[in-house]
């Protein structure tokens, strides 16, 4: 069974840039999540997908957005980096008869400078 | 609005000492759920366990014990005999019923100590 995986691990952009992050979720899991977790703070919930529509989405602005396809993996877009995007990335993925347990990629650490 | 907290931020013990990590959270729900996850230092939060909220029954696995009292919202973490292997970020968290919109302590830097 594979788990969770992100790409990219680590990703400098500079203010203002756009990014797309990835995100491939466990072997028959159609649920995925993405979470921001700033130095020294828990993840924050951004979004969540479930059969590639938005299921839910926490204080984030709409510059953050997503998308899942139809193998269940999904991507996370940023537009109009600010130096406060600074961080690491989460997605993490369930199965619709157990969504409350989530597994979590290693994420991606981004960098705006 | 749904909160959790975790009072201690950093704690030190020697291994093999007990350490227990505090959480208190605040939900205006009552059908939730509470979780406990581990980080440690390569970054990938570990599941350790869910609870609901109408499971006040305590758990025990391995050298891990919860206690859930919902009168004083209060889901603590007791690890046993600690061992270095331990030291890593714990965090607590809360969601409504359908597993949506999980909110996470700001969590607790453990550091067993050989």
């Known amino acids: 069974e594979t788990g969770v995986t992100q790409s990219p691990t680590h990703l400098i952009k500079t203010r203002g840039q756009q990014v797309t992050l990835r995100c491939s979720s466990q072997?028959?899991?159609?649920?995925v999540s993405w979470y921001q977790q700033a130095l020294g703070q828990g993840p924050q919930f951004i979004f969540q997908?479930?059969?590639?529509?938005?299921?839910g989405r926490g204080n984030f602005p709409p510059r953050f957005s997503g998308l899942q396809f139809p193998n269940y993996s999904s991507e996370l877009n940023v537009n109009a980096l600010e130096l406060d995007d600074s961080a690491l990335y989460l997605c993490a993925s369930s199965a619709t008869t157990s969504i409350y347990e989530q597994y979590f990629g290693p994420g991606t650490r981004l960098t705006v400078t | 609005a749904q909160k959790v907290t975790q009072a201690q931020t950093e704690i030190s013990v020697v291994e093999k000492e007990d350490v227990t990590l505090d959480c208190v959270y605040e939900?205006?729900?009552?059908?939730?759920?509470l979780f406990w996850y581990k980080q440690p230092p390569s970054g990938e939060l570990v599941f350790l366990i869910r609870?609901?909220?109408?499971?006040?029954q305590n758990e025990i696995s391995g050298r891990y014990s919860w206690n859930f009292q919902k009168s004083t919202s209060s889901f603590n973490f007791t690890i046993t005999a600690s061992q270095v292997v331990d030291s890593a970020v714990y965090f607590c968290?809360?969601?409504?019923?359908?597993?949506?919109?999980?909110?996470f302590g700001p969590g607790t830097r453990l550091s067993v100590l050989p």
């Open positions: 072997s028959g899991h159609n649920t």
């Open positions: 997908y479930y059969r590639e529509e938005e299921n």
């Open positions: 968290a809360l969601s409504g019923n359908y597993g949506q919109n999980f909110v």
């Open positions: 939900t205006r729900d009552t059908t939730y759920y």
């Open positions: 609870r609901n909220s109408f499971d006040e």
